[in-house]
């Protein structure tokens, strides 16, 4: 599903930048017949596998590139500067899934799920601004990342890379609780839901008006922080909480910043196409280095291994960021609009 959604998420954003709200409209309405189709097969048994996965794999390419799509849209309305108070909307329907999935659990419903799923990409659906054609831009169109997007993609990997590693890590508090650890990857990930609401608000207040290269170098630290302090918890509840928040705040300057980067650097009438393919670069990229690396790392030797793994990237990370600060002017200076006033089709 992953893969599905990295391959076609870019396609949508190219539909958005040639028409206003079509990629959205098409991207929910393919992830809507898709959560229906898999709502039919759970409910009543498929015909085949043929159908699961053709379910599966719809879902993976349509809802994957919904989020860029939104994203581009609130370029041109020029939102850019109050990302981090729209992008609650999305921390709120996280915390809304996975308290109906668990619900659906405790209930023995779960197949309820892909229902109410597609009930609300089919409010998507119909709620997505009409489409009309852009103003297409002059010359010889280049569908490709600009190469600032794309290292700063590579800076913020550790972030991403890192979730997957924290559901490993979550074990040790549930055992310390005396507590099965059979729901602690489920259990970690609500928690990560929830303290994204106040981290998206504190990063509201921090990121307006800063350079892009102090804040990503506040994330990488944070990141790092919140590592240092699970790694010394050693079954510590309070300790292990605020090491998960302090990760929330890394993860909301993250997103906040890719956001920003992308609609600083891409090119007029290409955002859906930039941000889309950010989004899937970053995806696929940490989802590789996850399995590859920390995966490894934890199946060769420990949990631990894979905490050092995380702290050298953020290190590498931190590395690349001064070296631009000394050697790359421009990049250097780009800052976070306060209030983003400059038309995303200049």
């Given amino acids: 599903m992953t893969g599905a959604a990295v391959v076609f998420a870019p396609m949508w954003g190219v539909l958005d930048d040639k028409a206003n709200g079509l990629g959205t409209r098409l991207a ?42 939104i994203s581009a849209h609130i370029q041109r309305l020029q939102l850019i500067g109050k990302y981090p108070s729209l992008r609650l909307f999305g921390t709120g329907g996280w915390v809304l899934g996975l308290a109906a999935a668990s619900l659906a659990v405790i209930t023995g419903t779960l197949e309820a799920v892909y229902l109410l799923a597609g009930l609300l990409f089919g409010y998507l659906l119909i709620a997505s601004s009409s489409g009309h054609m852009t103003v297409p831009e002059r010359g010889k169109t280049q569908w490709r990342l600009p190469r600032p997007v794309v290292l700063f993609v590579l800076i913020g990997l550790p972030i991403p890379i890192s979730a997957y590693v924290y559901l490993v890590f979550s074990a040790a508090a549930f055992q310390s609780l005396g507590l099965s650890n059979a729901g602690a990857p489920f259990i970690t990930l609500l928690l990560m839901a929830a303290l994204e609401v106040p981290a998206f608000l504190l990063v509201q207040k921090i990121i307006p008006g800063h350079g892009l290269l102090p804040l990503y170098a506040l994330a990488m630290a944070c990141l790092a922080l919140s590592w240092l302090a699970l790694m010394a918890a050693d079954g510590n509840i309070l300790l292990q909480a605020a090491a998960l928040a302090t990760h929330a705040v890394s993860a909301a300057l993250w997103a906040s910043l890719q956001v920003n980067v992308v609609r600083h650097y891409s090119k007029a009438g290409l955002a859906g196409f930039s941000q889309a393919s950010a989004s899937a670069m970053a995806k696929c990229l940490s989802a590789t280095f996850a399995g590859v690396g920390a995966g490894w790392l934890v199946g060769a030797h420990n949990a631990m291994a894979a905490a050092w793994f995380i702290l050298i990237l953020c290190l590498l990370s931190l590395l690349c960021l001064l070296a631009i600060f000394r050697f790359s002017g421009p990049m250097a200076s780009t800052k976070v609009p306060r209030n983003e006033l400059i038309p995303i089709e200049r």
């Fill in 28 to 69: 929910s309405g393919v992830a809507a017949f898709s959560c229906a189709l898999l709502w039919i097969c759970a409910k009543w048994g498929p015909s085949g596998e043929f159908a699961v996965i053709a379910g599966l794999a719809l879902f993976g390419a349509s809802s994957g590139g919904i989020e860029p799509l």
